[in-house]
């Protein structure tokens, strides 16, 4: 078990090195001029290209990147090119509101997608079966950011239940937090709600299937202690592996639903920091967010050989 | 049996999560407090002020600075030697009492107010300011300047204690605008150097307030200068909060979060303007937006082909139709209308009328019967790529094909300051001194910068805006010599002029002794204001 | 062959979600096609006075949008825009994926571990921020769009087919025809590439889905297809700005990529089932 965690772990070197690669490539090719951007339209020429110079933008490429990588295995992202702040503050600053919102957003998913999949798995081919899968397939479909908007319509523009904006602050308490949390998550939610619930339809009509499961209905067992019982804690085990990969996805939707909503997280902090050009704030950002991906993704995968030992772990992994 | 256990911790987990967000739900939302208060006469002295502002600064530091955002909140912490006027029709003294002008226009000298102390400091404790001060600060703006903002200064001299002499390295009758800037603002020697990189997040002045916290990215709070040289400041506290968001920034004030909403969008105008609490004030911005064609190569280097284009847009329809909910008003000279040097006379000169017959008999004595293709080059801000889609089809209907390129701020000024961009939206606020308009639009000494990108070149308008800028200080002389300048680069049709954008302000109606100003900086206490709040 | 084939097709006919799937697919492909023969606008004429009218109104079923240009009109040409991003840069990048996964899984080793980390680094970006920054470099435009997204489905074919050529390439007859001398590209593309088909089609299926909604995402941003062009993404953004006093802006350009998505969805769901009824959920 150790020596396949530290495996996996000397596993993410290269793959992060090549985001380090991916995203250095990709933040340089952009045209533009932080330098410009910064200054506005009153700066003179001489002004901009001293900043420049300043920021080390005319430096070599090659030595660019070596001094990225060299101050990234030093855990150090740089500082900020509109901010002049370290870049792991603003991080730090944004990372737990998108935490916050992925949080809310998955818990609203679960509570709503497991008991529909396992009632649609009970009652199978049932018109709540048909019916929900349905809405699932839909939710799939959905576009988050077309969401977000016809909820702020409803909810905060013609009920005016809801703000439409922002994340409010904990000096006016708690309630505000949630009130402004209530529609973005909701928005992020449907499409990890939709996969949950059929995930969890599938691997409950796999378990009640079972020989253990008929057993203990032959044996005269209530229904619902068999499902609550034998069945539901078996098939929470694939469950957990989509939640694991359904990480990357939330991060996806969570740039487009923090644009919507205005949410001072990850996600809008790092757009607006393409739209600045602020390079520094683009690669730390990016970096920060894929060290996290495979990191959960790892937590995932040993998650998952814990509760599943029979997995014979050595091919997992991508080997 | 050891699965069974890792199994029950999920869910027990999952029961937990289910059980929170119940919990959650049971809260309500933060009520808005819109109680109304016992109305008094005469101003109170107490209570603070919550300004919203659109962006959030970076640094507080006078050569530092390059947003207006940031500007709004230096007005209450530094002085500068001269100020404007409120209405921004004339320069008045501030930490200078008097001045004078040097007849070749290249000395300056001032007279320093003796009764001005420095904010308690960490280096400085309430230290009496001083003719070196002013030496240090200007210096240090001529050389630091991120925006090069004092450029023009060579050197300044301390002839006594409280007199400044400032040379300068030509002669620049709109100088006295430049010192207006809060970046050319006094600071102490002592704070500045002491703390270094991380003076503007602990900045120092003379101004109506002390600055007192920063938290980031959300406020910046400041506390009464109860030894403020003009008079004591009503105000205790003077909030700045940051609400990047327009919709966000009109439901705080909704709300009574903030006192002041600066940049108030024209659909959320309405919702302010029905709540009984809030005014609104406009004023018409120091500003103009237009659409400069390229003088130096392509189609539109023949006049003829740029009075088509100016006689194919209909430019009253599309002000009409991108404000839809006001905020602007259509412009006709380079000039923001709050200019001393604006002279409606001079709109007579403009293409007012849309007259598509007429732009085809133009293209067609051009030789672009057929028309042409060219590209309309924008930065990435709303309005001017609306305005791009609308020219695009009225252009279309001339037979010109417009191809819109919207790029982002670095490489739009790249693209027009190299003269490449066929047409451009460019918007232009400075000061209202003419020189900052015409000067940067038609001097050839501008031509490969921004403003005059288009390469407009005429040595005879060259000449007379040097005349405006080098032979004298007086006013009135300037200006007539400004008319001059716009009647010669208007016959030209260099230009389709846009329309000057509105400032909003919207106010709680407790705020007493505030008004909007033509360069939408927020100004709280000055010689002719002190703002105060009933409470 | 022929027989597995009827028997997939028997099976499809019978799923009726996955019928409806086809029919709006259908449906969308022949609106984009007789677009011109269906409205009387042209999608970027110009009504300044008529704008953000409301649906229903006079000779506008839909609206118009703020520049008073016909709702109707503009969406159904901008199903043009989804349908083209959809199937060209799903095409492109499940091709680049699909060789990618081939190599990878038939040769293993060195060339597998490195073509799979590029990948996983691929995969580490949040796609829409790998989409995002693209386009910055790329700038906007329909061929850059599609660059775009073919370049964001890259890794996921490639893990899918990687995947199944581990599996195809152990099974008997690939081992009886590279017994029988069979070079390694003919290996590759006549007895593991169609063995990979039916998992294949039914994620391509689900990509195109996935691109349109990634365009739209895009076009959301400002970052996709240029003005005054049509887009379902653009339009969404144009009306955000008029949510309050217009919202049927917003409605109906989301409504379209809703049904189109779902439509591709149904349809692959279905396609899948009818492939493979081992999984049928």
Not at chain 1, 94 to 120: D, E, R
Request: charged share 20%.
């Amino acid at each position: 078990m150790l020596k396949y965690i530290v495996k996996r772990i000397l596993g993410l070197i290269p793959v992060l090195l090549c985001v380090s690669v991916v995203v250095f490539i990709i933040t340089r090719v952009i045209p533009g001029d932080p330098a410009a951007v910064m200054l506005g339209p009153q700066a003179t020429n001489e002004a901009v290209e001293a900043l420049r110079q300043k920021l080390g933008l005319e430096d070599p490429l090659l030595v660019q990147y070596g001094r990225f990588l060299l101050q990234l295995i030093k855990g150090d992202l740089g500082i900020s090119i509109a901010y002049h702040q370290p870049v792991i503050n603003l991080i730090l600053n944004a990372f737990p509101n998108t935490v916050l919102l992925a949080f809310a957003a998955l818990l609203i998913a679960t509570i709503v997608a497991v008991p529909v999949g396992i009632i649609s798995a009970v009652k199978q081919y049932s018109f709540f079966d048909y019916f929900s899968m349905t809405l699932a397939l839909v939710g799939v479909s959905m576009p988050v950011y077309w969401l977000g908007l016809m909820l702020v319509l409803v909810f905060s523009i013609k009920l005016q239940l809801f703000p439409a904006i922002g994340m409010g602050s904990l000096e006016n308490g708690l309630g505000d937090i949630i009130s402004h949390l209530v529609l973005p998550s909701i928005a992020l939610s449907t499409i990890p709600m939709a996969n949950f619930a059929r995930i969890t339809r599938s691997s409950m009509l796999e378990v009640i299937r079972q020989d253990y499961i008929r057993t203990a209905r032959a044996k005269g067992l209530q229904e619902w202690i068999v499902i609550g019982k034998h069945a539901l804690k078996n098939s929470m085990v694939p469950l957990l592996t989509v939640m694991g990969m359904q990480i990357s996805m939330m991060l996806s939707g969570a740039v487009l639903t923090e644009t919507i909503f205005a949410w001072p997280g990850m996600g809008r902090l790092i757009v607006d920091a393409i739209e600045k050009r602020d390079f520094m704030m683009v690669q730390g950002g990016v970096m920060f967010l894929a060290f996290i991906f495979v990191m959960v993704n790892l937590i995932v995968d040993i998650l998952y050989v814990w509760v599943n030992p029979r997995i014979n772990y050595d091919n997992k992994g991508g080997k | 049996m050891k699965r069974k256990t890792k199994v029950t911790f999920l869910l027990i987990f999952t029961i937990i999560m289910t059980l929170l967000v119940v919990g959650c739900q049971g809260t309500n939302k933060p009520e808005n407090d819109n109680k109304e208060k016992p109305d008094t006469t005469g101003p109170q002295d107490g209570g603070q002020l919550v300004v919203g502002l659109s962006q959030v600064p970076k640094t507080l530091d006078p050569v530092k600075y390059t947003g207006t955002y940031e500007s709004n909140i230096m007005n209450s912490i530094y002085d500068t030697l001269v100020a404007w006027t409120d209405d921004q029709q004339k320069i008045v003294g501030s930490l200078a009492t008097d001045w004078k002008v040097s007849d070749n226009l290249l000395e300056y000298t001032f007279t320093l107010r003796d009764n001005v102390y420095f904010h308690d400091g960490k280096y400085v404790k309430g230290r009496k300011l001083t003719a070196e001060d002013v030496k240090y600060s200007l210096e240090r703006s001529a050389t630091q300047s991120a925006m090069g903002r004092l450029s023009d200064l060579k050197e300044a001299v301390v002839v006594d204690e409280e007199t400044v002499k400032l040379i300068l390295k030509q002669p620049n009758a709109a100088f006295l605008a430049r010192l207006t800037d809060p970046g050319n603002g006094i600071v102490p020697k002592e704070e500045v150097e002491g703390w270094g990189d991380e003076f503007g997040q602990h900045p120092v002045g003379t101004g109506p307030f002390v600055f007192d916290s920063w938290a980031k990215d959300d406020n910046v709070t400041l506390v009464r200068n109860e030894k403020y040289w003009v008079t004591k400041p009503h105000l205790e506290k003077l909030v700045f909060k940051f609400i990047p968001d327009q919709a966000m920034m009109s439901n705080a004030l909704l709300s009574g979060d903030i006192d002041i909403a600066t940049d108030v969008a024209g659909p959320d105008r309405q919702k302010l303007k029905a709540d009984k609490n809030i005014t609104i004030q406009t004023m018409p911005g120091m500003n103009v937006y237009f659409a400069a064609m390229n003088m130096q190569k392509g189609p539109t280097a023949d006049i003829r082909v740029r009075k088509a284009i100016a006689y194919a847009l209909d430019v009253d329809a599309a002000v009409k139709n991108i404000f839809q909910f006001g905020g602007a008003t259509r412009a006709y000279l380079p000039l923001p209308k709050k200019s001393w040097g604006y002279d409606p006379a001079l709109e007579e000169l403009a293409i007012k009328e849309r007259n598509v017959e007429k732009a085809k008999e133009l293209l067609k004595e051009a030789g672009y019967e057929n028309g042409f293709k060219t590209t309309i080059v924008t930065p990435n801000k709303p309005y001017r790529v609306k305005w791009a889609q609308i020219m695009q089809t009225q252009l279309a209907e001339v037979g010109i094909q417009a191809d819109i390129e919207k790029l982002e701020w670095g490489s739009y000024s790249d693209k027009v300051s190299k003269g490449e961009a066929p047409i451009y939206l460019l918007a232009w606020t400075w000061f209202p001194d003419p020189d900052f308009f015409l000067f940067q639009f038609f001097h050839k000494a501008q031509i490969g910068r921004l403003g005059n990108g288009q390469g407009f070149l005429d040595e005879e308008v060259s000449a007379l805006i040097d005349e405006a800028k080098a032979s004298t200080i007086d006013q009135d002389k300037r200006k007539a010599l400004y008319k001059q300048v716009m009647e010669k680069a208007m016959a030209q049709v260099p230009r389709v002029e846009g329309w000057h954008k509105e400032n909003i302000n919207g106010i709680r109606n407790r705020v007493q002794d505030y008004n909007i100003c033509p360069d939408d900086q927020v100004r709280i206490v000055t010689q002719e204001r002190n703002v105060w709040v009933k409470q | 062959m022929e027989h597995k084939k009827n028997k997939v097709l028997k099976r499809l006919k019978k799923n009726k979600l996955a019928m409806v799937g086809m029919v709006i697919v259908i449906i969308n492909v022949i609106l984009a096609i007789f677009a011109p023969l269906i409205t009387p606008y042209d999608p970027n004429e110009m009504h300044l006075e008529a704008s953000l009218l409301p649906p229903g109104s006079q000779g506008h079923p839909l609206g118009t949008d703020e520049f008073g240009r016909d709702l109707l009109t503009r969406i159904l040409y901008g199903s043009r825009v989804s349908l083209i991003v959809g199937v060209v840069s799903i095409g492109i990048g499940g091709t680049i994926g699909t060789l990618l996964g081939l190599i990878a899984g038939f040769y293993g080793g060195k060339i597998d571990s490195f073509i799979m980390r590029v990948m996983d680094g691929l995969f580490a970006f949040p796609y829409v921020l790998l989409a995002i920054a693209l386009m910055t470099a790329l700038g906007a435009g329909l061929h850059n769009i599609i660059i775009a997204v073919s370049i964001i489905n890259v890794p996921g074919f490639a893990r899918i087919v990687r995947g199944e050529t581990l599996v195809v390439k152990e099974q008997d007859y690939v081992e009886a025809a590279r017994a029988l001398g069979a070079k390694n590209k003919r290996l590759l593309f006549w007895h593991i590439l169609p063995n990979c088909m039916a998992p294949l089609i039914v994620y391509a299926t689900m990509g195109i889905a996935g691109a349109i909604l990634s365009e739209a995402a895009l076009s959301f941003l400002g970052l996709g297809i240029k003005p005054p062009d049509p887009s379902w993404g653009s339009i969404l953004k144009a009306g955000q700005e008029f949510l309050g006093v217009a919202p049927h802006i917003s409605t109906f350009s989301g409504l379209a990529i809703l049904f189109t998505v779902l439509g591709f969805n149904l349809f692959g769901d279905g396609l899948r089932d009818a492939l493979d009824p081992r999984l049928k959920q």
